[in-house]
């Protein structure tokens, strides 16, 4: 690839700078939903291979269909568990109101994250999962960890996520013991959530969790997101400077969960009382007969 | 024909930006060859090379993240042309001058991004731009022209040429 031709540029190298910028600058400016269709034309056309060269690396068909099952199980465990913990410190507070605490999240849905945008200042994850398959936008997206972020675009088999690394995802958050509610962004300087409107006379301390609130009706109640790391008085002296370290992973997500619509974490019901052992008849004569 | 030539090389900046860049990458700092390759396309092939690399590449990492399916192909294709523009005014077979280049074209990019996607707050623009650029530059600088320059004499086995 050795360089032909003279060292400045001429007139049609400009006129072809010309025109890419014109492409470029007509999709930037057209609105997001073309953006997106655009983006799928050229998936399935143009840059079809592309795509295999982009993509993760999947394993064997079985292996990777066991450790899906074994993480969803995971996930929902994990889910479970926060929604306990939500339960017990809602208990007095809601009593009279288990009964809309009994809905469950009905549905995880699987998918694999099969491409990464390079970004080096947003993140953006390709899923396995389309319209056709139920994912729709503004569905939360989950993973092991908690909170991984929410679907911004669809098409048939596939779909764009945005993380919580990226600045344009803003979470409604609350203090899981204290209840303050307050909103968490991305903070590029810190490299952490930051968890903002909480009032200076809160007690937020290091290691609190961070839960979703409901609020917005973007990500469901009670969905983990992450724990405080570092508390502050803000310069104002009106509310704290709370930051949050997520609890995803997101530099080693493989596959992550869709929640299907209309969830909400589930309180389980409370175990069955386990009944007094009555001795067996057999059992009962050899004791009589020792006695 | 040449521009099968394009397509196959930006699918293999793409292949090593998923394998390679994933395996060199010192905490969430990745080296950027698609950036790279389209700066050694304006260098070496001109204009239209680097434009046109650019585009592809730009496009192609458009479409995992559709929201600046538009701005990636710009400010990709502005580097392709301003390291063709510059190849003029400097050795550019010379490792030193190509990751130099490099290195400054990924800053240039790095920082238009930065302060589009933060819709021109220069603050949070220069914050993402410090946190992000500098050291994905430094890395990309450093990796990528030694390997085009060792890396063919010593696959070939050719070792004692590749570091006289």
């Not at chain 1, 339960?87 to 009964?99: G, T, V």
């Not at chain 1, 370290?245 to 929640?259: N, S, T």
């Not at chain 2, 001109?46 to 400010?75: H, M, N, Q, S, V």
């Not at chain 2, 400054?104 to 992000?132: N, P, Q």
């Amino acid at each position: 690839m050795v360089r032909k031709g003279a060292p400045h540029p001429r007139v049609g190298d400009w006129v072809a700078l010309a025109v890419v910028a014109l492409l470029s600058l007509m999709l930037q400016v057209s609105g997001a939903s073309f953006r997106y269709r655009v983006a799928g034309f050229l998936r399935h056309t143009v840059f079809l291979p592309a795509r295999l060269v982009t993509a993760y690396a999947v394993g064997p068909a079985d292996p990777a269909r066991e450790l899906t099952r074994l993480r969803s199980e995971l996930t929902q465990a994990r889910l479970d568990t926060a929604a306990l913990v939500e339960a017990r410190l809602e208990n007095d507070r809601l009593r009279e109101q288990l009964a809309f605490l009994s809905l469950q999240v009905d549905k995880l849905v699987p998918c694999q994250v099969i491409g990464k945008g390079a970004d080096r200042f947003g993140e953006v994850l390709t899923l396995s999962r389309g319209w056709a398959d139920g994912a729709f936008e503004g569905q939360s997206v989950v993973g092991p960890g908690g909170l991984v972020g929410v679907v911004t675009g669809t098409e048939a088999h596939e779909c764009w996520a945005k993380t919580l690394r990226h600045g344009g995802v803003p979470v409604s958050g609350l203090l899981s013991e204290s209840r303050y509610v307050g909103m968490l962004r991305w903070s590029p300087r810190h490299q952490l959530l930051r968890f903002a409107g909480i009032p200076i006379h809160s007690d937020a301390t290091d290691g609190m969790a961070v839960v979703t609130s409901g609020h917005g009706r973007i990500f469901p109640k009670g969905i983990p997101i992450g724990a405080v790391v570092r508390v502050a008085d803000d310069s104002t002296g009106l509310v704290k400077e709370i930051y949050v370290r997520p609890g995803a992973d997101f530099d080693r997500l493989e596959e992550v969960f869709l929640l299907a619509p209309g969830s909400r974490l589930v309180v389980p019901p409370p175990p069955e009382p386990v009944p007094a052992r009555v001795p067996a008849a057999a059992e009962s004569s050899a004791i009589e007969r020792q006695g | 024909m040449f521009y099968w030539r394009y397509l196959l090389l930006s699918f293999l900046a793409l292949l090593l930006d998923a394998t390679v860049a994933r395996r060199l990458a010192i905490g969430s700092i990745r080296p950027d060859f698609g950036l790279a390759i389209v700066v050694y396309a304006g260098l070496l092939g001109g204009c239209r090379a680097g434009i046109a690399f650019g585009l592809l590449i730009g496009l192609i990492r458009g479409c995992l993240e559709p929201d600046w399916l538009g701005l990636t192909p710009l400010l990709l294709g502005l580097v392709g042309f301003a390291a063709a523009c510059t190849s003029a005014m400097v050795n550019r077979k010379h490792p030193l001058t190509q990751g130099g280049l490099i290195a400054m074209l990924l800053l240039g990019h790095d920082l238009l991004r930065a302060v589009v996607v933060s819709s021109g707050d220069i603050v949070e623009a220069l914050t993402l731009w410090f946190r992000a650029a500098p050291a994905s530059a430094l890395l990309t600088a450093v990796l990528v022209p030694a390997a085009a320059t060792f890396l063919p004499a010593i696959l070939l086995g050719d070792s004692r040429r590749a570091f006289s």
